[in-house]
């Protein structure tokens, strides 16, 4: 069973920081791109910040030069770490991982992973 499991998210206060963590487990062969994205209440899912499989990095506008992605040398945990916070940061947070996984028969195939998703706080 692949799998991907969050942890760090929590209630602070706006100026804070917060560090999230996911791990990505299981018969994974390869990971390409990991990502953090996160859904507001009544809006839609939005992507926060992606890493390659090279290292380079994407922010939404918003959270540009406060928030930093980076993964471990081992390439199956992705970190985002959350300076500055705002209220309108406020969301649950979801890792993804787009992944090459082993199946049955020795064989393989893509497969797209999400994280259960962590709530973050930020209160004025």
């Known amino acids: 069973q692949v799998q991907l499991v969050e942890s760090g998210g929590g209630s602070v206060q706006a100026g804070e920081s917060l560090r999230l963590s996911c791990v990505a487990s299981?018969?994974?062969?390869?990971?390409?791109?990991m990502g953090w994205y996160r859904q507001a209440p009544g809006k839609q899912r939005e992507l926060v910040a992606g890493?390659?499989?090279?290292?380079?990095?994407t922010y939404t506008d918003s959270v540009k030069s406060r928030f930093t992605i980076s993964r471990d040398n081992a390439k199956t945990t992705v970190y985002l770490q959350m300076n500055s916070l705002k209220p309108d940061n406020t969301a649950v947070y979801y890792c993804?991982?787009?992944?090459?996984?082993?199946?049955?028969?020795?064989?393989?195939?893509?497969?797209?992973?999400w994280g259960q998703g962590t709530l973050v706080t930020v209160s004025s």
């Open positions: 993804n991982a787009k992944t090459i996984v082993f199946i049955t028969g020795g064989n393989s195939k893509y497969l797209e992973l």
């Open positions: 299981g018969s994974i062969f390869s990971i390409n791109a």
């Open positions: 890493i390659t499989s090279g290292d380079s990095t």
